[in-house]
């Protein structure tokens, strides 16, 4: 095993001492990613969205990071928005489709949310969406008189809900195919996946009694936002998904954005 860490190990080791552990050491044999004050084996992994194309499974990595960076970094240069509130942004593209270029995207972006940089109203709010909702695409629902929905010529789908969260301005959240991939729904699937990925890997090597207990750290690329903020009916879905634990004592989600925000399943 190499003893260099990837970024998601090294976020993994800050947030365990973070919680008061003073040993957090590499392990000798692999599994284990970490052992903590010697008696705890800590494997850690990437929670990322999966999605199918062409009957390939890709990561998040390939198909949506590049878009994700180019719209997460326009949203940051347009600055505060005229409400002085907090609009978080949900983004839908069919990535059977290629990439639009950054340029067009960053433009199209820019153009569509410059009324939301002045002070606004109800009618600001249709008025974007009278420019730029897709009915026939999204005719089904029915509460987007509240917030805006626009679609751009180069094919994203924004979403943005207003919040009171202390910083005014444009925060991504999710960025999903053409399908609306639900936070929860692609988390669930996700933990199932590697949960059982984990398991077997650690049977194999007959590595299971070599420590008192296991954990696992999930890094999560999929919310963007803390868990908690999630529906309770969300979370709820989230901890019947692994009620069959195996030999796991603990598996807890650490945001890649902040690890204050881990949530505990």
């Not at 062409?54 to 005229?82: F, H, W, Y």
């Not at 960053?106 to 897709?134: D, F, G, H, M, V």
């Not at 679609?151 to 195919?177: A, D, K, Q, Y």
């Amino acid at each position: 095993m190499s003893n260099h860490e990837n970024d998601d190990e090294s976020l993994a080791k800050t947030w365990l001492y973070s919680q008061g552990y003073s040993s957090v050491e590499r392990a000798k044999k692999d599994p284990p990613d970490y052992v903590v004050d010697s008696d705890f084996a800590v494997e850690v992994r990437r929670l990322n969205q999966r999605i199918e194309i062409d009957g390939r499974i890709k990561g998040e990595e390939n198909s949506r990071i590049p878009l994700r960076q180019t719209i997460k970094g326009t949203l940051a240069k347009i600055g505060p928005s005229g409400g002085e509130r907090d609009w978080v942004v949900n983004c839908e593209y069919d990535f059977t489709r290629a990439l639009p270029s950054k340029k067009v995207v960053e433009s199209q972006i820019r153009e569509a949310i410059s009324l939301l940089t002045w002070p606004y109203n109800t009618n600001t709010i249709n008025q974007l969406n009278a420019k730029y909702l897709n009915y026939d695409k999204h005719a089904d629902e029915l509460d987007l008189l509240n917030h805006p929905h626009l679609c751009l010529r180069c094919g994203i789908c924004l979403e943005l809900h207003e919040t009171s969260m202390p910083s005014p301005g444009f925060s991504l959240w999710n960025v999903s195919g053409r399908e609306g991939i639900g936070v929860a729904h692609e988390l669930i699937n996700s933990i199932q996946h590697y949960v059982t990925e984990k398991s077997t890997k650690i049977r194999k090597g007959n590595r299971i009694t070599a420590y008192k207990e296991w954990w696992l750290l999930l890094v999560d690329h999929v919310c963007h936002m803390p868990i908690s903020i999630l529906e309770e009916s969300e979370l709820q879905a989230l901890l019947e998904s692994i009620q069959d634990r195996d030999f796991w004592s603990r598996i807890v989600i650490i945001s890649s954005n902040n690890i204050d925000w881990s949530y505990e399943l």
